[in-house]
């Protein structure tokens, strides 16, 4: 009896050393197993990450051939009161602006700088919004809104007019610029048509004001404004031997990169009695066709 219970024990004691060695090799494989599998989701995951990153480069890729349709919209004044002012179609107001900021903020649309028109192919939906001669309604009227929709717009300045009575002044102009969203370019120094000028003068006009924008706002401006709307070949030549690469019409309706050069670029003009289906209808024109091969 003695002799069988100490055998006994020994197979006790055996199993259990046999049952602890089998369960901390299955412990040993499945901690295996799930490192490997862990291992494979991470394989999966850099693949992932490579991918992304040949379509980010394929997308710095210029394509074959691009064109744009893409409304210009033309402001000038910004206010609810007319004041009795000769012109009021001229002055949009204020609650209307708000409107047309709020149809294109929540119809997807890509605000554009005109500057952005090098790059057009990488919109979908642009519309750009420009703001003649400085006033200062865009400072007290128009900047609330183009910070609370984020929408990009541009402006054109008259050098000699900057700071006047019913202009920005150039701290306006600067804390607009250092938002981001207002682009500022030049508008010549006078405002004189520029047809109507020696090429001395109009040098001087498109030179003068460049070189202000440059030393006050550090901006390198390369988009004029015709004043009046008023350009000829010979003006678009001394443009672009100052460093213009965009020409801005008063009309035109709708800019079509294909039909007009960036020297001549067409715009509409937004005005008091515009509806906001006219509007509207204007903006859904909007559209870029890439070709890529
Ligand atoms: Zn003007």
């Given amino acids: 009896m003695i002799k069988f219970s100490s055998i006994k024990k020994k197979y006790i004691i055996l199993f259990i050393i046999t049952l602890l060695f089998i369960v901390s090799i299955s412990f040993f494989i499945i901690e295996y197993n799930e490192t490997n599998v862990g291992n494979i989701y991470k394989?999966?995951?850099?693949?992932?990450?490579?991918?992304?990153?040949?379509?980010?480069?394929?997308?710095?890729?210029?394509?074959?051939?691009?064109?744009?349709?893409?409304?210009?919209?033309m402001y000038h004044w910004v206010r609810e009161d007319t004041g009795g002012y000769e012109y009021p179609e001229m002055m949009v107001k204020t609650s209307?602006?708000?409107?047309?900021?709020?149809?294109?903020?929540?119809?997807?649309?890509?605000?554009?700088?005109?500057?952005?028109?090098?790059?057009?192919y990488k919109y979908n939906k642009p519309i750009a919004l420009t703001f003649d001669d400085g006033w200062i309604d865009v400072y007290t009227n128009v900047f609330p809104?183009?910070?609370?929709?984020?929408?990009?717009?541009?402006?054109y300045i008259i050098k000699n007019l900057v700071g006047t009575s019913g202009y920005c002044?150039?701290?306006?102009?600067k804390e607009m610029?250092?938002?981001?969203?207002?682009?500022?370019?030049?508008?010549?120094?006078?405002?004189?048509?520029?047809?109507?000028?020696s090429d001395e003068e109009i040098y001087n006009e498109l030179k003068i004001s460049k070189d202000?924008?440059?030393?006050?706002?550090?901006i390198n401006s390369t988009v004029i404004c015709y004043p009046s709307g008023s350009f000829n070949d010979k003006v678009i030549d001394i443009a672009k031997k100052v460093g213009y690469n965009y020409g801005l019409a008063m009309d035109g309706g709708i800019h079509y990169t294909s039909k007009m050069s960036d020297m001549q670029i067409a715009r509409i003009f937004a005005t008091r009695s515009m509806s906001l289906n006219t509007f509207v209808s204007y903006a859904?024109?909007?559209?870029?066709?890439?070709?890529w091969e």
Avoid: C, W
Avoid at 97 to 105: G, P, V, W
Avoid at 145 to 155: D, G, H, Q, R
Avoid at 169 to 173: A, H, P, Y
């Fill in 43 to 73: 394989i999966k995951e850099n693949n992932d990450k490579n991918i992304n990153k040949i379509e980010s480069s394929q997308l710095d890729l210029k394509p074959v051939s691009y064109n744009a349709v893409i409304p210009i919209y």
């Fill in 177 to 197: 610029r250092d938002s981001g969203l207002v682009d500022i370019q030049s508008h010549t120094v006078t405002h004189r048509e520029l047809e109507s000028l």
């Fill in 212 to 218: 202000y924008l440059k030393d006050v706002f550090n």
């Fill in 145 to 155: 809104y183009v910070k609370e929709y984020n929408i990009k717009i541009s402006m």
């Fill in 284 to 291: 859904e024109k909007s559209n870029v066709n890439v070709k």
């Fill in 169 to 173: 002044n150039e701290e306006q102009l």
């Fill in 96 to 120: 209307e602006i708000k409107k047309q900021f709020e149809y294109l903020s929540k119809n997807s649309y890509q605000p554009i700088f005109i500057t952005d028109i090098k790059d057009i």
